[in-house]
Each structure stands twice: as C-alpha cells, then as structure tokens.
C-alpha cells in the first residue's frame, strides 16, 4: 500500500476553456455549445477549406471583416454559385455534375446543427466520385454542350479543355426540358 505523507493541496484555480481556432474556419455551433467542441467542428473548418479552394480566396478578409462561410453559403442556396467561384477554376470545370456534388458536399460541412453534417468517410467518397466525374469529361475527344443548370442556369460549349467556343448565354428554357449534358459531334 502507498501512503501519502503530506496532504495533497487542492487547486482552486479557474481554468477558461475558452475555444480556440482561426477566424473564418471557427465553427458556429461551438459558442452555442458553451465551447465544447466537436469532430463535427474539424468537419466545418474542411467545408470552409472545400470552398476557399473552388472560390480561391482566404476564409477571411481583414480589411472587408468578410467571413467566406456565411458568403459561400448564401450564393449557393441562391443558386449564384458561379459569381463567386475563382475564374481559373471555373475555366477548369468540364463536368457541371462533379462541380454540383463537390458544391453540395461542402454546404453539408457548414450546416448550422453538426449533427446535420456528414462525416469524414462521405465526404472522401463524394469528393472521389466528383473527382472521376471531372476526369471521365477529360477523357473524352470532341465538344461539350454543357447544361450548367441544377445550380448555373447558363448553357455553354466548350472544347475538352475547358475552352469556351461560344460565349455564355441565359437560357430561356425550362430547365428540366435540356438534359445536363449533350456530346455535340464534330
């Protein structure tokens, strides 16, 4: 048996557990929870990563206090995505299905309630599947006439590079009555 031959002195220190974390990756949910955080909060913090690489901007502008969540977030429910995705990237996109799901899988990060959000094995298998829908487009010789809809409402035609051959135009359309992509033959 151990025995203690001085009594042990109690701390009676306050401890904060104040959350830390960089602004613009910083989880909402994790003030409401009186700063408990999370594996749900790492899941936010790679949603704000997933749009910071579509829209090629920092999470957080300084001198706007511009927080790029909140602003992902609105253009995407209102279906205005495309004006804040980085030119160079939509330039790249060939695949409007693997933009829709890569789009979607980083919204569900930034849900209000973390128990809405997905979990990091979903997200791995979505992200894949958009990454071989955007290289499936890649692979195949000819032109695109592509149906921006579900979330661009703008029709385009471009070559397999991702070179737009005729300007971008509104569509007057149903959107339901043009498929979301047709080959169109050389």
């Not at 579509?54 to 495309?82: F, M, V, W």
């Not at 955007?134 to 035609?157: C, D, S, W, Y």
Request: charged fraction near 25%; proline fraction near 6%; charge should be negative.
């Amino acid at each position: 048996m151990i025995a203690v031959k001085q009594p042990v002195k109690l701390i009676e220190e306050v401890v904060s557990c104040e959350p830390a974390g960089t602004y613009g990756y910083f989880d909402p949910a994790i003030e409401k929870s009186g700063g408990v955080t999370l594996k749900s909060s790492d899941i936010y913090s790679f949603g704000v990563v997933l749009f910071e690489l579509l829209c090629g901007r920092t999470s957080y502008i300084d001198d706007a206090n511009d927080l790029l969540a909140p602003l992902a977030k609105h253009h995407y429910e209102n279906e205005t995505l495309k004006d804040i995705v980085n030119p160079q990237v939509w330039k790249q996109i060939v695949s409007p299905k693997s933009l829709i799901k890569y789009s979607e899988i980083a919204y569900t990060c930034l849900k209000e309630e973390p128990t809405h959000r997905p979990d990091i094995r979903y997200i791995v298998d979505e992200l894949e599947e958009a990454l071989e829908l955007q290289q499936l487009r890649e692979h195949h010789n000819g032109k695109v006439l592509l149906m921006l809809g579900h979330r661009f409402p703008t029709l385009a035609i471009l070559d397999i590079t991702g070179s737009t051959l005729a300007s971008e135009f509104d569509l007057d359309l149903p959107l339901e009555t043009i498929p979301s992509a047709c080959w169109i033959s050389n």
